[in-house]
């Protein structure tokens, strides 16, 4: 039995024949019933089940990460938060297909942070037994120490590591000691970003290579 709230222009929540009513995230859901498909689907359509799956499986093992990267573009109230932001640019700009047809992420074209500050020019990382060195160009417009420089190191579906403030962007470089590099197994893929730590805002991940 579907009830209807707060007279007559408030929600509808319950069911009334085969159609359901609900409240999610204060709006009122209406959903008909479900029609069976008679046609088996198309050959983009299994592709595009492909891709999303993939997209989810990487943005699932990864979630604590893509929530930190996005956290900045996620409007307070909306539907959408930062988890689906990553989601969603995963999906639609990271996915690439293989040579049989087979979707993949894409480290090189994967953003890890987000937002609209600009990214570093040209950096460039190398290690060192078990030290990380970072070389990136200055940018004046970074010359105040609030800006920081954010590093993830990426086993897509292992282990990964985020480290924060390793340095002022204005330094031009930064050495990091990483002890797990002695005994790791696979590689790495590395990102930078901006982070602004007094008024918040990130600048895209720039991806840097492999170690």
């Known amino acids: 039995m579907a009830i209807l709230q707060n007279g007559p222009?408030?929600?509808?929540?319950?069911?009334?024949?085969?159609?359901?009513?609900?409240?999610?995230?204060?709006?009122?859901?209406?959903r008909g019933?479900?029609?069976?498909?008679?046609?088996?689907?198309?050959?983009?359509?299994l592709l595009n089940r492909k891709k999303q799956q993939v997209a989810g499986k990487f943005a699932g093992h990864n979630k604590r990460l893509l929530e930190f990267g996005y956290q900045f573009l996620a409007e307070k109230g909306s539907r959408v938060g930062a988890f689906q932001l990553a989601q969603r640019h995963i999906f639609k700009e990271a996915i690439e297909i293989d040579a049989d047809n087979n979707p993949f992420v894409n480290p090189e074209r994967l953003l890890l942070f987000s937002g609209p500050l600009t990214p570093l020019s040209n950096c460039q990382v190398s290690i060192n037994n078990d030290v990380i060195d970072l070389n990136w160009e200055a940018d004046?417009?970074?010359?105040?120490?609030?800006?920081?420089?954010?590093?993830?190191?990426?086993?897509?579906?292992?282990?990964?590591?985020?480290?924060?403030?390793?340095?002022?962007?204005?330094?031009?470089?930064?050495?990091?000691?990483?002890?797990?590099?002695?005994?790791?197994?696979?590689?790495?893929?590395?990102?930078?970003?901006?982070?602004?730590?007094l008024d918040g805002g990130f600048s895209n991940s720039i991806y840097c290579g492999v170690i």
């Open 9 to 30: 222009n408030g929600p509808i929540i319950g069911k009334f024949g085969s159609v359901s009513a609900y409240m999610l995230k204060d709006q009122n859901v209406v």
């Open 33 to 45: 019933p479900k029609r069976k498909r008679s046609s088996p689907p198309s050959a983009a359509e």
């Open 140 to 197: 004046d417009q970074y010359s105040d120490s609030v800006y920081k420089i954010n590093l993830v190191l990426l086993d897509p579906f292992n282990e990964s590591h985020l480290r924060t403030s390793i340095a002022s962007v204005s330094e031009g470089s930064c050495s990091l000691q990483f002890d797990r590099l002695k005994r790791k197994t696979t590689d790495f893929h590395v990102y930078v970003g901006i982070w602004d730590t």
